[in-house]
T-cell receptor, first 114, second 114 residues
Framework: AQSVTQPDIHITVSEGASLELRCNYSYGATPYLFWYVQSPGQGLQLLLKYFSGDTLVQGIKGFEAEFKRSQSSFNLRKPSVHWSDAAEYFCAVGPMDSSYKLIFGSGTRLLVRP | EPEVTQTPSHQVTQMGQEVILRCVPISNHLYFYWYRQILGQKVEFLVSFYNNEISEKSEIFDDQFSVERPDGSNFTLKIRSTKLEDSAMYFC????????????FGNGTRLTVT
């Protein structure tokens, strides 16, 4: 079955510390991979995406993610977290066509300590 | 940067009433989508729409739901007779026709059925 797992429901980091949010997926074919961020009361903003090519992708706000096919993972990283990064982060996978029937993970809520 | 806009931001309705959620996709986009997120749960795909017809729908999207593009700019989701379990955040999204282009989400409409 197709699924996305984000094993960490909550993560708390200190401002300035590094961050890694985990995402594992199960998908029958090669998927498109995405990370979205949702701030309170806001919609889903695309941080970055992986379609093909270089497995390390750069996104907005200093985020990056690495696709590891052997581990079926697409972990999100940031070297130095800012207080404004506090939000909920969603990993998603989808088919390589325009149906964009994305499957989302359950999300990881990031809290940032001053 | 162009945005997907959704109105209203919050709608309260009584069980059994009809509701229409409205969305204005990005102007040059041709694929349109609705997703929903029940509080505390995953974001779920509802339906995709292209060329004035549904291209794919999930099992959630039953006969109580319908979508329409009544003019050149709006994209609506209608729930004919709302149930308590329809309470959720509903996200509209759009994408360009070119495969591989990202999905752009609106800020959502929070529907509360009482």
């Amino acid at each position: 079955a197709q699924s996305v797992t984000q094993p960490d429901i909550h993560i708390t980091v200190s401002e300035g510390a590094s961050l890694e949010l985990r995402c594992n997926y199960s998908y029958g074919a090669t998927p498109y991979l995405f990370w979205y961020v949702q701030s309170p009361g806001q919609g889903l903003q695309l941080l970055l995406k992986y379609f093909s090519g270089d497995t390390l992708v750069q996104g907005i706000k200093g985020f990056e993610a690495e696709f590891k096919r052997s581990q079926s993972s697409f972990n999100l990283r940031k070297p130095s977290v800012h207080w404004s990064d506090a939000a909920e982060y969603f990993c998603a996978v989808g088919p390589m066509d325009s149906s964009y029937k994305l499957i989302f993970g359950s999300g990881t809520r990031l809290l940032v300590r001053p | 940067e162009p945005e997907v806009t959704q109105t209203p931001s919050h709608q309260v309705t009584q069980m059994g009433q009809e509701v229409i959620l409205r969305c204005v996709p990005i102007s040059n986009h041709l694929y349109f989508y609705w997703y929903r997120q029940i509080l505390g749960q995953k974001v779920e795909f509802l339906v995709s729409f292209y060329n004035n017809e549904i291209s794919e729908k999930s099992e959630i999207f039953d006969d109580q739901f319908s979508v329409e593009r009544p003019d050149g700019s709006n994209f609506t989701l209608k729930i004919r007779s709302t149930k308590l379990e329809d309470s959720a955040m509903y996200f509209c999204a759009s994408s360009e026709i070119i495969v591989g282009r990202p999905l752009h989400f609106g800020n959502g409409t929070r529907l509360t059925v009482t």
